[in-house]
């Protein structure tokens, strides 16, 4: 579904990420790991094609980026569900608004019960009416990962999305999530927390990617 052939990423001249080489298969499961500034984030924005490589070859679903325009994008973008670390909301809108705003984007019909059973899913049925800022952090994560999903996605990518959580509530993300993946759903998640990928590999054969030294390796099982 995302194939990296030797890909470097640069800004302003300076190699952020460096010979890049990695295939991403239908239904897997990924940590992407790494200090703090070693282009995780980056990682993830290629994986979108919220950014183009500096070189080598990037492909989403058989398809070389570089030979896409704009409204190839946008088309394949509504495959790949994001869910990032500061979600952003309208905050005059009610959050089952905000997480059908995809549809309305694609420009796709609100089916009123599916959106019930996904606010369900995340367990915020009964917030349904409430305005972002009246949310916890971890509502707001829930909600964003409804968002995320609301297109039905084959791809999952999400950054740090319990970097701002309680254990308790990190694991009820993490159990969405691989809930996902067991309906098939390729996900990936960057984070710092060693204990939440202890957590997945305990429900799910989930592989830890770490970008160190510019590069891309796998980690050991020892994680």
């Known amino acids: 579904m995302i194939e990296l052939r030797s890909v470097a990423m640069s800004y302003g001249g300076t190699e952020l990420l460096s010979d890049m080489t990695l295939k991403l298969m239908a239904g897997s499961f990924h940590f992407l790991t790494g200090p703090s500034g070693a282009g995780k984030t ?21 398809q070389d980026v570089r030979d896409l325009g704009r409204d190839d994008i946008a088309m394949l973008r509504r495959r ?7 979600c952003q909301f309208l905050d005059h809108l009610p959050l089952l608004e905000n997480v059908a ?12 019960q599916e959106l019930k059973d996904l606010l369900g899913w995340v367990g915020l049925a009964g917030q349904a009416r409430a305005l972002p800022p009246q949310l916890s952090g971890g509502e707001r994560q829930r909600a964003a990962l409804a968002r995320a999903v609301i297109l039905s996605p084959d791809i999952l990518l999400a950054d740090e999305p319990t ?6 509530m990190s694991l009820r993300l993490l159990t969405l999530l691989v ?15 060693l204990n939440l990928i202890r957590a997945a590999k305990a429900q799910v054969p989930a592989r ?5 030294n510019r590069r891309l390796h796998l980690a050991g099982a020892d994680l």
């Open 42 to 62: 980056t990682f993830l924005k290629l994986c979108y094609a919220e950014l183009m490589p500096s070189g080598g070859q990037l492909n989403l679903f058989g």
């Open 80 to 86: 790949v569900g994001v869910v990032h670390q500061d």
């Open 101 to 112: 705003l995809p549809l309305s984007v694609a420009g796709r019909a609100v089916d009123p």
């Open 163 to 168: 970097g701002n959580l309680d254990w308790e």
């Open 179 to 193: 809930e996902l993946n067991r309906m098939g759903k390729t996900v990936v998640i960057a984070t710092h927390d």
């Open 208 to 212: 830890v990617l770490r970008i160190q």
